[in-house]
């Protein structure tokens, strides 16, 4: 079976960060899988998909949008680079992605996967989808809240529904050190910066608190790891509130590595689906402040593993690291109970076993290995990176 997985960008983080992960148990299963993006962005993912020993496509584009808009030249790419990998089935992750690889199949008759884990859908997307719903055979949900929210907003049926969270717990992932007194309590977020990750959410909790006098016996630091549009309105808003020990790190390279330095992680934001940042910090044993979106209020157990608090509210999100910087030699316990769940709930063995599940609910004439009706050759120069 040979499947094209097509993606929107191979910007770093997002939804290209699970495939190199997604890809090998296709391939355990038999499957030849190689990455379609429909545009570059930044091109952070390339390096781990091809480490991964995938084949990755990325469709050039000359346009000051990156490519982002011409959709009728997109399908045209993606249509002839489908064609030229021979597909048997198209695997999809996110709106545009989707859409357009839905296109493709149904002019070349193959069957259509399709990934959805966005908890947010802009209005037009959402009826796109819905519309076009029954042109993916089958419709998978990154966990068990994007699954019900799938059936609800897109109006999927059961049948048509699997669930395979996109986060593979890594036991052997590094560790956070405990905090000792002494030491300034370290505090790290990563993601874009963007609204929907409620950072400006984040600042106003740290100024509430520096407006109401908090001041720990141990000194508290906060690194933001990510770009985005937003990076101008937080710098102005954190120097607007005189929070000298606020960092916007950048992205970075090495996640793991950010997490193994920190005590304490938060992630503020509007909206999620599973959220592999907040669960990589659970696997790197470090408590977690969360908001109640998606799957993370799930994963966090307020009070055993961490805090959960409503999205958009700058208040509680003060009072939960009010209570938790007040006694940091709490957070080495919290971090502990949190790296036992999410191993024991995400563990390989149980991202294994709905990756399997998937599997045999693939489409009867992809796994047979239906051949496409073209039979085109590869265009020269359609390949960004081979290995």
């Known amino acids: 079976m040979r499947i094209a997985y097509v993606i929107n960008s191979v910007e770093g983080g997002g939804a290209a960060l699970p495939a190199p992960a997604v890809a090998r148990l296709l391939r355990d299963h038999g499957a030849s899988v190689e990455v379609f993006a429909l545009t570059r962005r930044d091109g952070r993912a390339v390096q781990a998909m091809t480490d991964a020993g995938l084949t990755v496509h990325v469709r050039p584009s000359i346009r000051r949008d990156g490519g982002e808009q011409d959709h009728a030249a997109a399908v045209g790419w993606l249509d002839r680079a489908i064609s030229a990998f021979r597909a048997d089935l198209i695997w999809t992750s996110l709106t545009r992605a989707t859409l357009l690889g839905q296109l493709v199949g149904q002019l070349r008759g193959l069957p259509v996967v399709s990934w959805q884990h966005a908890a947010f859908l802009k209005p037009m997307n959402r009826l796109l989808l819905r519309a076009q719903r029954g042109r993916s055979a089958l419709w998978i949900a990154d966990s068990h809240s994007v699954a019900q929210l799938t059936r609800e907003r897109l109006g999927v049926p059961a049948d048509q529904l699997a669930v395979w969270p996109l986060f593979a717990a890594d036991a052997g992932a590094p560790r956070a050190a405990p905090w000792r007194p002494g030491e300034p309590i370290r505090l790290g977020s990563l993601g874009r910066l963007h609204p929907v990750k409620g950072y400006d959410v984040l600042v106003g909790a740290l100024a509430r608190m520096l407006a109401q006098g908090f001041r720990p016996d141990a000194p508290f630091e906060l690194r933001i790891c990510g770009e985005g549009a937003q990076r101008e309105a937080l710098e102005s808003a954190v120097a607007n509130h005189g929070l000298d020990n606020v960092s916007l790190a950048g992205f970075t390279e090495r996640p793991r590595d950010v997490l193994a330095g920190l005590h304490l992680y938060i992630q503020p934001s509007r909206s999620e689906g599973l959220c592999i940042a907040a669960h990589e910090a659970m ?97 020269s120069g359609l390949s960004a990176s081979r290995r």
Do not use: I, N, W, Y
């Open 283 to 379: 696997q790197a044993g470090l408590p977690t402040v969360v908001s109640a979106v998606g799957e993370m209020p799930f994963s966090v157990v307020d009070g055993e593993t961490g805090r959960v608090v409503p999205p958009g509210d700058p208040e509680a999100l003060a009072r939960a690291l009010t209570d938790l910087l007040s006694r940091p030699e709490r957070l080495a316990a919290l971090g502990e109970a949190a790296r036992a769940r999410v191993l024991d709930r995400f563990g390989a063995e149980a991202f294994a076993r709905a990756g399997a599940e998937v599997m045999a609910r693939l489409p009867l004439s992809a796994r047979a290995g239906a051949p496409p009706r073209s039979q085109a050759r590869p265009e």
